[in-house]
């Protein structure tokens, strides 16, 4: 058995890691308290579910088993059975135990009687208005379960998954031998190999032939005899349906409280009485499949397909996620469809129009849940989570809001100044409503604060106070406005806010006013957000004390809550970024700042401090504090000598250079250090009207040093703190990682330029050549966004297409002489259509639309503009790939285009077609919820497999995930993390059916929740590749690796060095499949980027040489093999030693390869001499071994295995001693780089 020893995933820092606040500034009683609110084994084991066995009776079928856990709903059971095979087609149920209905909102482990092997009994219930529709709804899901059409579209939770399409192999091939499946599978298509310059989208949705369409039924639609007058209502009639069938057989069917039957009404006479056969169906399904012969067999086999799907595949996703591509399809008949978007107001609201749902009060309801055991801990944060169905409500509105389907409730203001009520939720736009915004930057800063508001939303709900209440927020791009979506505080709409507000100002500070109560509160957040309380003067010149940013306002609901808004300035400002031009002393300024050539004016005064930064920063001074006292202890005896000053930069205390003096300096403003003052911080830099105390005057000053001391910090710390890209530990490969890698370290996005310049001064700047290029691409696409925003607020609906497709051909084609097309189908005026309709004259139709003057330089001067103006950086040409900035301007804009291939070097034909611009998307930003508990047990996780203890890290993240499973569901990025890491470990212990299973359901869900292309997905196929190998699923295992290598190629091309990683894998795999000539492609690419990115004198470098002398030598091609390794050696020689194990068995090879080249020369030498000799053995050719394989395709995605007997615990100080020999390696490689 094998231990998996070193692993980033464990090694990297916790998601949910704990601040320095809370470690270190807790009392001896404040920590007590927090160590016995840590989930212990016990309590784990209490919430960890039980799974049983129960056996369910449907009427009038065979009763069958289920497996069940302890912790599931009633309701959730409920949802099960309307997905099983046997009772798909019934909705309209209860269930019943021993005679019993069970409480739906019940878990079952509190049912009295239940128990393994207990029968539960489902009821047929009668049916109402509602009950039908969600009924006629459930059924048009199980017609289209197979059809892609809802994933594309981005409704219903639907998303995509392809990994049922790559595993699929080993069941088609199962029946032929070995040699036969793999010479089928082996040769990739050509766009994947080494050098292909082509990037084709087609292939990254393939055509799976499971999602062919079964059609059941022809037309299934409502009506028009609908709805049903009152004698028939008397009768208990809810509404009609119109079925044509297979055999063009049209069928009127009446839903009543008893089910389903025949009518006799035809489309022109209404017979509501039962025709022939008068059967009465519980179901609608049951009722076809008697009408019907077609539609009974063609249902049958598309529910065998439907449970031979993973669940994974078929749930919905709690938040939608939404395709930048889609295949053209052909528009069908939908009755569901139809009648939820015209009957249903529009199709604003669920199943029956006029049910809202009061939000503020779920979730306000849910935070006032009991917390004092850990059950009812679980128990809140399910609830919390299940009032995400806000996100989905909200996105929903917002799209109305903007389509113009939702009644203002200011008609007569101007657009831009209007606001809505739907659904109980309010709606406002990111404009500047009556210059509130302009002294902060106008609608640039009405813009930035939906987010700053979010983020502050964000910390208040993760820090979740007792009594201090935060609203329901989401903020929805969609067409280029921002539409800001909140839930509604009780009472706040009878009342002026200025009359509601008892905490807080309104008017910038010409009014301040504070609560006890909500100071109360407040203060309680100090801590965990390093917020000082401070003293500002109110419009009575009285001292009034705040504990959070004065923009920040407390009301009271009408429901007695105490509720704050506008959290905009939760966080401290960044001095580096200035709306106002001020005169800035040159001693005021940091020199770090000076050097990067800040402050800088930034269009809006709402930037701040990521809290990230904040964390890192007092944690550095924490450590220099301690680092000083230390020292200065040591030097007590002797006065007179000054400290030795251990670092030069802005986070050192000013004044003192003497050892005492720097303790005394730090000891008296270490505690302050902890906390800032956010109001007099962001007042000073932006504000005329706040007012301090006298008193407060040189606190605010030393407040404003120590922000300027954070800025330095951020510039001189954390952005050289990006170079672990150079040891590979964090590989971006799009923007979206590249921003993920620059927030973990607390930088803005707004620093990239700053980023830019410090790589430009790196100097090994070529290994960082990858970064350099996503980083660009993420300056040039944020810019473009900026300008399309704006862009698109001139665009009139009808000319959307035509609009977006101009402007992504001035971005990304290399056609100059185009003209968009703004009336696609043909249409004109009637006054339009009297001129002259020539093409020149629709030319001159077109000048009267400002987005079609728009011309590809002007659009590429603009970015420019745009980088230099906001992310201070001067955009030169850089070899970006086209495809990968049309992903990322896609991904981050909503728009949804076509899946074809597409030109964009033609100089004759623009690269987008009108009809290429499929559809636009609303991008969502909202408050996020998960579960703490679980988070506590992943970290304790990360220190049992740090200390070795396997098997307790496995149970801590399998009882992680049970608890985010029953928090969040199992599509969620938590749940995905946690199935990642039981792969992993699972891996780990040589247990490769469970590593296979955890990590095949990783995949699903990664590609489910965050995207078929996205790299985490790319990760994850990589690692389940390495699994399938491990397992014996060869053939697989090269599929999975063709499919990452083709989308790491979509995403971010050939230069980057996951395609290193890939290489090697693939050339191992196809050796050991005995691929040679396929092997070597892929390996010889893999050196040339190695040598690119890790140094051509590096291990890693040493180790590609070496892979690439196995495939020459079974080849028969010692000579090559020879030069090889002799390169390999060399390096190890030089790097480790002669001594090292490596250089030893690089030796001890190179004798074996030239013993094994002598031999063949001689038997060489001997035909063509034709002498008879015996004595010559035959030359021996090496096939390779597949456990060989394995060990290299370890070491070559960072494993390390160590043997150990079994034992539960692996001693640390045995691990080190093992791991002695790779920090050899590692340190020879870092002198060799510098």
């Not at 300096?665 to 301090?692: D, E, G, K, W």
């Amino acid at each position: 058995m094998t231990l998996f020893l070193v692993d980033r995933l464990f090694l990297a820092p916790s998601r949910v890691a704990e601040s320095p606040s809370q470690t270190e500034e807790k009392s001896p009683e404040e920590a007590d308290a927090a160590i016995r609110k840590q989930p212990s084994i016990c309590d784990i084991v209490d919430l960890q579910e039980t799974n049983f066995t129960v056996r369910i009776q449907p009427p009038g079928a065979e009763s069958f088993e289920l497996q069940v856990s302890s912790h599931m709903l009633v309701a959730e059971l409920h949802q099960v059975l309307m997905e099983h095979e046997v009772t798909c087609h019934r909705t309209c149920f209860s269930l019943q135990l021993g005679g019993t209905s069970l409480n739906s909102l019940t878990e079952l482990h509190s049912v009295p009687g239940i128990q393994d092997g207990a029968v539960i009994k489902l009821v047929e219930d009668s049916y109402t208005v509602r009950d039908a529709r969600l009924h006629l709804r459930h059924v048009r899901d199980l017609l289209r379960s197979l059809d892609p059409t809802d994933a594309y579209n981005g409704v219903n939770g639907s998303s995509l998954s392809y990994l049922s399409f790559y595993t699929r192999t080993d069941m088609v091939m199962g029946k032929r031998r070995a040699s036969e499946k793999e010479s089928v599978y082996c040769s990739p298509p050509e766009y994947i190999l080494p050098g292909c310059k082509d990037r084709p989208l087609s292939p990254l949705q393939p055509i799976r032939d499971d999602w062919k369409p079964l059609q059941c039924l022809r037309v299934l639609t409502m009506s028009s005899w609908n709805p049903p007058p009152g004698n028939r209502k008397m009768h208990g009639d809810l509404m009609y349906l119109n079925v044509l069938t297979m055999e063009d057989r049209e069928l009127n069917i009446t839903s009543c409280t008893r089910g389903f039957y025949l009518n006799q009404s035809t489309a022109f006479n209404f017979n509501p009485k039962p025709a022939d056969p008068k059967l009465l169906c519980h179901s609608l399904v049951e009722l076809l499949n008697q009408a019907s012969p077609s539609f009974r067999k063609n249902f049958s086999a598309l529910q065998r397909k439907r449970v031979q799907q993973h669940p994974f595949e078929r749930m919905a996703a709690p938040f939608q996620v939404f395709t930048w591509t889609a295949r053209h399809g052909d528009h069908t008949l939908d009755c569901v469809r139809a009648e939820e978007t015209h009957t249903s107001r529009m199709g604003q609201d669920e199943h029956t129009a006029g049910q809202t749902r009061d939000w503020n009060e779920e979730l306000q309801g849910c935070r006032e849940l009991p917390r004092t055991s850990h059950q009812e801990h679980l128990h809140r944060e399910r609830s919390l989570f299940k009032v995400s169905d806000f996100v989905a409500a909200a996105t929903q509105g917002a799209v109305a809001v903007i389509d113009g389907n939702i009644m203002p409730l200011n008609p007569g203001e101007a657009p831009h100044m209007q606001m809505f009520i739907w659904n109980n939720i309010f709606f406002s736009l990111g404009f500047d409503i009556s210059d509130h915004y302009s002294p902060l930057g106008g609608n640039t800063a009405a813009h930035a604060a939906a987010i700053c508001d979010l983020r502050g939303a964000q910390a208040y709900t993760s820090v979740d106070i007792e009594g201090l209440h935060t609203l329901g927020t989401a903020v929805v791009d969609y067409r280029g406005i921002r539409v800001i979506a909140q839930t509604i505080v009780p009472g706040i709409l009878e009342k002026n806010q200025e009359q509601g507000v008892v905490y807080g100002s309104n008017d910038y500070g010409k009014t301040v006013f504070t609560h006890s109560r909500f100071l109360e509160l407040l203060v309680k957040t100090s801590k965990p957000l390093r917020l000082q309380p401070h003293l500002v003067l109110d419009h009575n010149n009285s001292p009034v004390e705040l504990c959070s940013g004065m923009e920040t306002k407390g009301i009271f609901g009408n429901d007695g809550r105490s509720y704050i808004l506008d959290l905009l300035r939760t966080f401290p400002p960044d001095l580096n970024f200035q709306f106002h031009e001020k005169e800035v002393t040159g001693e005021e300024v940091p020199k770090q700042c000076q050097h990067f050539g800040y402050p800088q004016q930034h269009p809006h005064s709402l930037a701040s401090l990521r809290p990230e930064l904040l964390e890192a920063f007092v944690q550095h001074r924490y450590e220099l504090y301690v680092k000083m006292v230390s020292t200065g202890l040591s030097q007590l005896g002797e006065r007179d000598k000054p400290t030795e000053q251990s670092e030069d930069w802005a986070c050192e205390p000013r004044n003192g250079d003497a050892a005492t003096a720097g303790i005394e300096t730090l000891a008296s403003t270490f505690v302050s250090i902890l906390m800032f003052a956010p109001q007099v911080l962001n007042t000073l830099c932006t504000h005329a009207y706040v007012r301090f105390p006298p008193e407060c005057v040189e606190e605010v000053q030393r407040q404003r040093r120590l922000l300027w001391d954070a800025a330095a910090f951020l510039l001189s710390n954390q952005i050289p703190a990006l170079r672990d890209c150079l040891d590979q530990t964090a590989v971006p490969m799009d923007g979206a990682t590249l921003t993920s890698a620059l927030h973990q370290r607390g930088v803005n996005v707004r620093y990239l330029g700053s980023f830019l310049r410090a790589l430009e001064g790196e100097k090994e700047r070529e290994r960082l050549s990858h970064i350099q290029r996503i980083s660009v691409s993420e300056v040039i696409v944020r810019s473009a966004k900026h300008i399309f925003k704006a862009y698109l607020q001139d665009v009139e609906p009808t000319a959307f297409s035509a609009a977006v497709c101009h402007f992504l051909n001035c971005l990304l084609s290399s056609c100059s002489s185009y003209f968009p097309d703004s009336c696609s189908d043909g249409l004109l005026s009637r006054r339009r259509s009297r001129r002259r309709r020539s093409h020149g004259s629709r030319v001159v139709l077109l000048t009267d639309n400002v987005w079609a003057k728009l011309t590809s330089s002007e659009l590429w001067g603009r970015i420019k503009s745009e980088a230099r103006n906001y992310y201070h950086e001067v955009i030169a040409k850089y070899n970006l790939q086209r495809i990968s900035l049309l992903r990322e301007m896609a991904i981050k804009t909503g728009i949804q285009v076509q899946l074809r291939e597409y030109v964009f070097e033609s100089r004759h034909r623009p690269a987008f077609g009108e009809e290429d611009v499929v559809n636009m998307f609303p991008v969502v930003k909202h408050l996020k919820f998960t579960s703490t508990d679980a988070t506590k047990l992943v970290q304790q996780a990360q220190v049992a497999v740090q200390q070795g203890l396997l098997r307790d890290g496995y149970e801590f993240i399998n009882q992680a995930l049970t608890l985010f499973s029953s928090t969040c569901g199992v599509l969620h990025e938590d749940a995905c993390m946690c199935l990642r890491l039981l792969g992993r470990l699972s891996y780990i212990l040589g247990e490769y059916p469970d590593a296979l299973s955890n990590q095949e359901k990783a995949v699903m869900s990664s590609e489910r929740v965050q995207g078929i292309d996205h790299p985490q997905t790319i990760q994850d196929y990589t690692y389940l590749a390495l699994y399938c190998f491990a397992g014996g699923r060869h053939s697989t295992s090269l599929q999975l690796l063709y499919r990452a290598r083709y989308l790491t190629l979509l995403v971010t091309g050939e230069d980057h060095p996951q395609v290193a990683l890939l290489d090697s894998m693939l050339g191992l795999v196809l050796h050991g499949l005995m691929e040679y000539e396929l092997s070597l492609k892929f390996l010889q690419n893999a050196i040339d980027v190695t040598s690119k990115y890790h140094g051509a004198t590096s291990l890693k470098h040493a180790h590609s040489h070496h892979l690439l002398a196995t495939v020459y030598e079974s080849k028969g091609e010692f000579r090559s093999a020879l030069q090889h390794e002799k390169e390999a050696y060399s390096i190890y020689k030089r790097q480790v030693g002669v001594n090292h194990t490596s250089t030893r068995e690089s030796s001890d090879y190179l004798k074996s390869l030239t013993q094994q080249a002598v031999i063949l020369q001689k038997a060489i030498n001997h035909i063509y001499s034709n002498t008879p000799s015996a004595s010559i053995p035959p030359p021996k050719f090496s096939t390779p071994s597949l456990s060989t394989i394995l060990q290299q395709l370890n070491l070559t995605c960072g494993i390390i295995l160590i043997p150990f007997s079994g034992k539960k615990k692996i001693q640390v100080e045995e691990l080190e001693n093992q791991l002695l020999r790779q920090k050899d390696c590692k340190a020879a490689d870092n002198r060799q780089q510098t």
